[in-house]
């Protein structure tokens, strides 16, 4: 095990830089846009070109790499995100910024694509799981940490844009350097909604609206913050609030959803979701301590629809069809983190700051009555028989890919019985 994880130490480095980039860049825009007067709906545009660069990313990316390499790719990406981050620095104009948003967001799924790759190659299925949770756990930290970043220079100034740049050139090294053997192919995942659809109504639709609630959310919230009177002290620290909360809460709801109806738990915290939201929207506060505290319940909630609804889907599949299913609702969370930011922004710009949790409170709400709906439809899998949770958090700036879903192997029964064939091979 400690082999393993010293085999990809280098590479888990590069790692947090790079989301301490992605942290640091996805709460930079939107606060210096909102300084510079952008419409609301601009802002929104922002995450919207991002998550769209994103999907088709995962749909690209592998023949890309597969034509020149991981490692020029990866240099190629990172350098091409780099780039952008001073660029965005130089020209501060709102056409430029949703258009170089969207090629960013396409390069981080191609790097994220990559590392996952080669951490996949190098674990095993004793080490896959400790592998797993270490990288979440960086990429948690990372985005944390460059959000945090936000207090400690003037945003209007181009220092912080300067500091992303660095941020992504030191992500570079560790693969760039490396003397390791480039990982197996990346693998590109099809999205086939009818399958999706029939395999898990309520994952399908469920995700979908997930996506559409945390993108708006993630890409709007520091604008919220911002109209709702928060320094940019606070605006950090409630952003990176709602990370930490919805990390911690995922353990209790997924060992909750183990042993009950997972869309009874998917219904409960959605409806949990809402009532923050409806409160944030109608009572309108401007104590900071008390819209901190809403945002946090929020988070704690939210975040953990996903891994939720991703359980949900895969108790129904078989362990073969794991990556394909979870790879497809992945995409159609890109797919619903793409709309949410496009209907926050006008939401906003119309009505005002907190309105944007009336947009995120409508997709909760329907996500509640529907998994309440389908409950009363198809019967739940017995709790024997249902897939392990795992935890895959989601955020606007740390989106997974599909070769995470195969990184995160939710069937241990299934590995353990791979492990022993090899062993009893390699025996024979």
């Known amino acids: 095990m400690k082999r393993n994880l010293l085999s990809v130490a280098a590479l888990l480095f590069g790692t947090l830089f790079l989301f301490m980039g992605n942290g640091l860049q996805g709460i930079l825009l939107p606060v210096r846009g909102n300084l510079e007067g952008y419409a609301t ?55 430029w910024w ?34 797993f949770s270490l990288y979440i756990a960086i990429t948690l930290i990372g985005v944390v940490a460059g959000q945090m970043m936000i207090p400690l220079e003037d945003v209007r100034a181009p220092t912080l844009f300067m500091i992303c740049g660095i941020f992504y050139c030191i992500a570079m090294l560790p693969t760039t350097l490396s003397t390791a ?11 086939d ?64 959803s183990d042993r009950i109806d997972r869309r009874y738990v998917l219904a409960a915290m959605s409806a949990i979701a809402a ?4 409160m944030l929207a109608i009572l309108h506060p401007s104590s900071p301590v008390f819209i901190i505290s809403l945002v946090v319940l929020y988070g704690a909630v939210a975040n953990t629809l996903y891994p939720i609804a991703v359980a949900h889907a895969n108790d129904f599949a ?30 906003m710009s119309i009505a005002s700051p907190h309105a944007l949790f ?53 069937n241990p029964a299934r590995a353990a019985e791979q492990a022993q064939a090899e062993a009893q091979l390699k025996y024979n």
């Open 41 to 95: 709906t601009t802002l929104g545009l922002l995450g919207t070109s991002w998550a769209a660069g994103f999907v088709i990313g995962c749909l690209v990316a592998p023949r890309m790499v597969s034509r020149v390499g991981h490692v020029r790719a990866f240099s190629g990406f990172i350098s091409i995100i780099a780039i952008i981050a001073l660029v965005s620095g130089i020209a501060v104009h709102p056409v």
């Open 98 to 131: 949703v258009l170089l948003r969207a090629v960013t967001g396409f390069s981080t799924a191609g790097t994220s694509m990559i590392i996952e790759s080669w951490l996949n190659e190098r674990a095993t299925n004793e080490s896959r799981g400790a592998i």
């Open 181 to 191: 053997a480039s990982p197996q192919p990346l693998k590109a995942v099809k999205l």
């Open 193 to 256: 909604l009818r399958a999706l659809y029939r395999n898990s109504p309520v994952s399908c639709l469920g995700i979908l609206l997930v996506g559409i609630a945390n993108g708006a959310y993630g890409t709007l919230g520091a604008v919220f913050g911002a109209g709702a009177g928060l320094s940019d002290t606070s605006i950090a620290i409630m952003m990176s609030s709602t990370i930490f909360a919805g990390a911690l809460m995922q353990l209790p709801a997924g060992r909750l």
């Open 275 to 278: 009532f923050a939201g409806l």
């Open 318 to 347: 078989s362990s073969d069809d794991f990556v394909k299913v979870s790879g497809g609702l992945l995409l159609l969370y890109g797919i619903g983190t793409i709309i949410g930011p496009t209907i926050g922004g006008p939401v």
């Open 358 to 410: 009336l947009v995120t409170a409508f997709a909760h709400v329907l996500i509640t009555v529907y998994a309440i709906m389908r409950s009363r439809v198809r019967a739940a899998i017995p709790a024997s028989d249902r897939d392990a949770f795992t935890n895959i958090p989601t955020a606007t700036s740390q989106m997974m890919t599909p070769e995470s879903m195969s990184l995160a192997d939710r």
